[in-house]
């Protein structure tokens, strides 16, 4: 028998303690929570994508009465940065949520949208930073591949 041990590095710093460089793109995470629909949950969640030449694309998480047809705001701006700009690696993803009127005190991507921040860090073979913002503290993974260990991708299907 074998035994792997996997280790995530994270870090979390204080709201404050962002580097300047990275609030335009958490700002923008957080102002798309207001364009979510959300109406049988009520917890509503917005993406920005920072890509490589400064330009930030957002997402919002998309409801339907037929659960699975909606889909997350990770999803949202990925695929729409990957539609829009094909060519133009994604650096940072910022996450936030709101319930109630307020921010939530933290949010952690769904195990698709996972996969699916795998992929584009694979597609664009560059590091994607995952800022995962909650009212007083950011989570910060350097690498997508951090969410996901373990993880099935391109090189799977070959």
Known sequence: MKEIKLETKIRICLLAELPEEELPVVEAALKATE???APYSKFHVGAAALLE????VTGSNQENAAYPSGLCAER???FHAGHRYPDV???A????AAANGRQVGSISPCGACRQVLLEAEQRYGKPMKVLLCGTEEVIIAERAESLLPLCFGAKDLE
């Open 76 to 78: 949202v701006a990925l």
């Open 89 to 91: 690696p994604v650096v």
């Open 35 to 37: 364009q979510s629909y």
């Open 53 to 56: 030449d400064g330009t930030i």
């Open 93 to 96: 993803l910022a996450i936030a």
